[in-house]
């Protein structure tokens, strides 16, 4: 096996490793409790992922040299061994969105050349999804999802709640209108202005406001 399989290997190890670690519960539940009784699912296997990764590698970094493609896939190993539990807040946190969760893992490092760092940041993109990907098919998301969509959705009440209280009680229709017949009364009351000591031949006294 070349270097560079082996350390894509090694690189597809970690990721699944770290979605091993991430897993929201043991097996259907919402994930409150730490220790449920429930045996956990069966990971993915690390050759799979490795087989994915290696092929984008090879469709688009087939001219990087072997040693930056091994700095690179190194790196993003290191990244992810780093990160620690991918835990369910943290994934709503980026609305399972694996562009954001993956600029929250640090930049290539500075040794790396301008081509191996775009292989950086795009193996690090797609073990992101993949760890996404993973991580909602297991049994516990669903209701974990749903224990988070009702606590949001206790936040917005809340949002909305105060912003009401703020703006004090709706008026009542009747309000509503004596305000409108206010206001066209001032309106047709005071819409004309007289000009006393201007003569403009036979041009009226008073002339009306929205005159431009």
Not at 134 to 157: D, N, Y
Not at 185 to 197: D, I, K, P
Not at 201 to 207: D, F, H, I, Q
């Amino acid at each position: 096996m070349a270097g560079t399989e082996v350390a894509l290997v090694r690189l597809a190890t970690t990721v699944l490793a770290a979605v091993a670690k991430s897993l929201l519960a043991p097996k259907p539940g919402a994930g409150l409790v730490p220790d449920p009784v429930r045996p956990l699912p069966r990971p993915a296997k690390p050759d799979r992922l490795a087989k994915v990764l290696g092929g984008r590698l090879e469709a688009s970094y087939a001219g990087l040299p072997e040693h930056e493609r091994l700095a690179a896939v190194e790196a993003v190993k290191d990244a992810f061994a780093a990160a620690g539990a991918l835990t369910a807040d943290r994934l709503f946190a980026v609305n399972l969105d694996p562009e954001r969760l993956a600029a929250g893992f640090p930049a290539a490092p500075a040794g790396l050349s301008a081509h191996a760092a775009g292989l950086y940041r795009e193996l690090l993109e797609r073990c992101c999804a993949h760890v996404v990907e993973q991580l909602t098919t297991e049994p516990s998301f669903i209701a974990r999802t749903a224990v988070e969509q009702v606590r949001e959705a206790g936040r917005t009440l809340a949002l909305v709640e105060d912003v009401r209280d703020r703006l004090g009680p709706r008026p009542d229709a009747s309000a509503l209108d004596f305000e409108r017949r206010y206001a066209e009364f001032v309106a047709t009351t005071h819409s004309r202005m007289g000009l006393f000591g201007l003569t403009l031949g036979r041009s009226a006294g008073e002339w009306p406001l929205e005159t431009g």
